[in-house]
């Protein structure tokens, strides 16, 4: 959440007190205030000055909706079959023509070995849970937990060589900033977005978060600020922001009689002060406080929705009901304006999709809550023509080990995994990159998380090395290499 600045610095100067939360909307305008003061200029004792909110160069997109499945999904459960563990399956890696897959040098053995009954060691192939097919006029084959996602598969590019460096659900954050949680805390890619560009929508935030947060990952603009942090929403147009009404019944006369109050001093202040740029930010702040008051509930409301786009998205289903809210509630939101929209399913603790023990029903169970709202929103945006300049990304912190853990499980596994992406300018009905036969290494057009970011940035217009900040400048890694091989 972002919070109203302390009387500090220029804000200080120019003689304006700063109200509490429960003096003005009970604190929403400390939702906007600090967006304002970056669109403006205006920073904290004039330590930065922000981008100027224009793109580095054409963009392909203009929003992005980050779809993050937390806990792990199997990519040779998914997206990157892996017949061979099913002919071998029950097998130790010595008795497959595999075996060089526990060379040392490639980090493996530790992630293959697990204990048997016996307290012996065991490195046997975990046999597919779930049969594939292939789709579409690109014949790429997906797996039977994913039908309604399959039906766009000519729209997808899949990235099958994915590898992270955390081995355990630290990586969520990994993945979202480049950065190893033991690094410290560094900006997420959707913070640095917010930071580079300007609004579509002076009514609604630029940055929205909707689903459960890890602790380890509650954060998003770190040392840009949080004026950077995501505006976390709930998909209830009675309640879908913190702090969005009042703590007491406010008549909107009455309403409309304190801000008209609130605009004769804004205006007195500024009259005094008329090249203050604090002041029109802070004013602006309000002002945007109000409208978001008003526009965000709305863009949550489905009323106006067919029972065949609801349908679409799977409303009517016990099973995928939640999940399909937030996916139609992310195009309300695009259509509207947002600029990055991220969306995180099973949080809390490892993360739903965390199956160290009976993955067949874990992955069955999650894939049904999913697969029918992501396959709607990419067809609804499809339909609405927004698409085009919206890059959807199915993304997972990591995939899970060939090997078996327990009796009918996988354990965590950064060496290879998938991930895809779709419209906003990315060719369509592709597969780059590969892991072994096994699915165990990345072997082909490795990518490091960053990769993605890069991608992103790109088709948004946006040259990372052009943001960083004095006396912060980024890793090499931390920007990533756009994947060129699949953009149109």
Partial sequence: MIHLPQRSGRLAASGLSVPSRRTFLSGFASLAVGAMLHRDGVARDGAWAPPDGKPHFPPKARSVIWLFMNGGVSHMESFDPKPMLTRYGGKTIAETPFADAQDPEKLALERLVVPDGNGNQRNTLYPLQIGFRKHGESGIEISNWFPHIARHVDRLAIIRSMWTTDSNHGAQTQFHSGRHMNDGDFPNLGAWVHYGLGSLNDNLPQYISIGNREYWNLKDGHYLGPAHDAVPLRVDPDNPLDFGRPQRPISDPARLVGIDLLNQLHAER????????????????????????????????????????????????????????????????????????????????????????????????????????????IEDLSRRGLLDETLVVFATEFGRTPGSQGSDGRDHHIFGFSVWMAGGGIKGGIVHGATDEIGFHAVEDRHYVTDIHATILKQLGLDSRKLELPGRKRLEIDHGSPIDAILA
């Fill in 270 to 377: 500024m009259s005094e002060s008329p090249y203050d740029a604090a002041i029109a930010a802070r004013v602006a702040s309000y002002e945007l406080a109000f409208r978001m008051q008003q526009s965000v509930p709305e863009a949550v409301d489905f009323s106006q929705e067919s029972d065949e786009t609801k349908a679409l998205y799977g409303l009517d289903l016990p099973h995928c009901r939640d999940f399909g809210m937030q996916m139609l509630a992310a195009r309300r939101l695009v259509e509207r304006g947002v600029r990055f929209i991220q969306v995180q399913h099973g949080a809390g603790g490892a993360g739903r999709w965390d199956a160290h023990g009976g993955l067949r029903a874990n992955h069955e169970q999650n894939a049904l809550a999913v697969d029918r709202p992501i396959g709607g929103l």
